[in-house]
């Protein structure tokens, strides 16, 4: 199995940047390979197209297996083991994304939380938990909007991301109009605001 010059650039790249991003270079090969190909791959066929080792192909799906980024599949009346990606981009984004927090987020989470529970000692001990309060507040706050994110299919999830800063044109709206609700309730003039700030807290910011 001979790979295409463009299939064989992709191979490489990939598995150039999967050690920055924490993985194996031949599992970020063989990901790539089975990305791209238009059919399942046995083993065989991708130490053949990779010239990897039985070993080191078979570690490598077993690694991507956990990762629950390829399909195993059984051909009728074959009895090899075949794979598969994901056809959708988008499942493979979800998959990944959660995988990473279950591996690297959840223990941070964890950790901090016990920390927070346990009495400070001292001043160092009160700044260091309302530091790790911080962290804390803020990872739960992104673990939060992911999994909000990971329950739309996919042409929401596009919409989504094309809006980009229209995002931030529609909370500034919203703040707006909380703020004339509010003022017609009370009775006060509403307090201009800028992306959820008073106007005039600004101005005091920049003084």
Do not use: C
Request: aromatic content about 6%; glycine content about 6%; cysteine-free.
């Amino acid at each position: 199995m001979n790979l295409a010059p463009l299939t064989q650039r992709f191979v490489l790249h990939f598995g150039e940047m999967g050690s920055r991003w924490g993985i194996n270079r031949t599992v970020g090969q063989i990901y790539a390979l089975l990305y791209v190909s238009p059919r399942a791959l046995n083993a065989d066929d991708i130490g053949e197209a990779l010239a990897f080792s039985r070993s080191n192909v078979s570690m490598g799906l077993k690694e991507l297996q956990s990762w629950n980024l390829v399909r195993l599949q059984h051909l009728p009346n074959d009895r090899r083991e075949y794979f598969q990606a994901p056809e959708d981009v988008w499942a493979i984004f979800r998959t990944l994304a959660e995988e990473r927090r279950k591996r690297e987020i959840d223990p941070t989470l964890s950790m901090l939380r016990d920390a927070l529970m346990e009495q400070p000692a001292s001043q160092d001990d009160i700044h260091a938990q309302a530091r790790m309060k911080q962290m804390h507040d803020l990872i739960e706050l992104m673990t939060g909007w992911l999994a909000d994110v990971q329950k739309m299919d996919s042409a929401t999830l596009i919409k989504l991301m094309k809006m980009g800063a229209k995002v931030q044109k529609l909370l500034e709206i919203k703040d707006k109009v909380t703020g004339s609700v509010k003022a017609g309730l009370t009775g006060r003039p509403a307090t201009p605001t800028v992306a959820g700030q008073p106007a005039d807290t600004l101005d005091d910011n920049r003084s």
